[in-house]
């Protein structure tokens, strides 16, 4: 295992040097005992629900993942930070950490007391130090996305002629919806090609994609040759680039780079969409009183709320609202992890 040291916010106060262990680990065991597992998931993620301590803070800390420029997000999170510091009357600050699974480790060790994360992780949190999971994400008026298949290659992989969605940007396939699953009947043909993945712990960036590809022939450990990435936004300029003729990322990574590559929309074709994948969301430290979770939670749904809010939001993760989690929709995605040996 690696320490993955957490970059400190020194933009928005947060006086912090973190070193955590995060470790991403495989499940070798059988299909009935990750079924297992994911049905043990499942009902300690609803056990976590209403769980908490008797901890009093006077002071919070936020723990997020960039999912495309990290110093980007350090801008971005100011608004929010100051935002909670006035509305709970604690100072509140922030840490960015270099993965999914440090953030996990951050509240594990009650460096953090709340946390964004992705879906897999929000349950992992809850079963390994009972992380209550507090609110999901809205995008589009959704609480669930679908991960796509883009490539530079549109001859090979598109049925049809690639045409501008709503954004602007070119789909193929009925993806333009962006509402999963669609196209993947083309997945075969990513066998032998050279594909941009994230780190196995990336519901988007490679759980879901990695099922999808298994489901239809394609063995992801020895059926591609895999380009490592460590963000969505990579995976499309590594793409983009010419680094790799297939990526995966969340719908659709492309406009995050959109500014700085304005044809992006046009070298880069989605050509296929997962199943759907429960939003991320908002992981409430257990120790915290009922009290303390009730109102950081209050809080985060106010101010998403609000005009700022939704610009601070968006800016941060593409978040245009906040609701109550769903336990059971978010253990969707430790099911899929199982079903591929990714714990």
């Known amino acids: 295992m690696s320490r993955k040291k957490i970059v400190c916010l020194a933009a928005v106060g947060a006086a912090l040097s973190l070193s955590l262990t995060a470790c991403a680990g495989s499940d070798n065991s059988s299909a009935s005992g990750n079924s297992a597992a994911a049905s043990s998931a499942a009902k300690a993620a609803a056990d976590c629900t209403g769980k908490h301590g008797d901890r009093t803070p006077d002071k919070l800390t936020l723990a997020l993942v960039p999912s495309g420029d990290a110093k980007k997000l350090v801008e971005s999170v100011k608004p929010l930070t100051e935002a909670l510091t006035k509305s709970l009357g604690v100072p509140v600050s922030g ?4 993965d999914y699974q440090a953030a996990v480790e951050a509240i594990g060790a009650n460096q953090a007391d709340i946390g964004f994360l992705p879906s897999l992780q929000m349950s992992q949190a809850c079963e390994k130090y009972g992380a209550v999971p507090a609110l999901q ?10 991960a796509q298949f883009f490539t530079n290659d549109p001859s090979k992989y598109c049925k049809d002629t690639p045409q ?28 032998g090609a050279k594909m ?21 022939g394609v063995d992801p450990d020895k059926d591609i040759t895999p380009v490592q990435v ?23 990574a492309r406009t995050v780079v959109q500014s700085d590559t304005p044809d992006v929309g046009k070298k880069v074709v989605v050509f296929a969409l997962t199943d759907e994948i429960p939003n991320d969301g908002v992981s409430l430290n257990g120790t915290l009183s009922q009290d303390w ?4 939670a209050t809080a985060l749904k106010d101010y998403a709320g609000t005009p700022d809010g939704v610009k601070t939001l968006e800016a941060i993760y593409q978040i245009s609202g906040l609701t109550d989690a769903d336990p059971a929709k978010l253990a969707k995605t430790q099911q899929v992890a199982a079903s591929i040996g990714v714990g």
Do not use: M
């Open 196 to 216: 941009a993945l994230l780190q196995a712990a990336s519901p988007a960036g490679y759980i879901f994609p990695a099922a999808a590809l298994k489901a239809h």
């Open 293 to 296: 979770q009730n109102k950081i």
């Open 95 to 98: 840490v960015v950490t270099q």
């Open 164 to 191: 501008p969605g709503a954004n602007g940007l070119l789909y193929c396939n009925g993806t333009a919806s962006g509402n999963g699953p669609a196209g993947l009947d083309e997945l075969s043909k990513i066998k």
């Open 230 to 252: 460590t963000a969505n936004d990579a995976s499309v300029l590594a793409v983009y680039r010419g680094d790799a003729e297939v990526g995966a990322s969340y719908w659709d």
């Open 137 to 146: 994400t809205v995008r589009a008026g959704k609480s669930s996305y679908a």
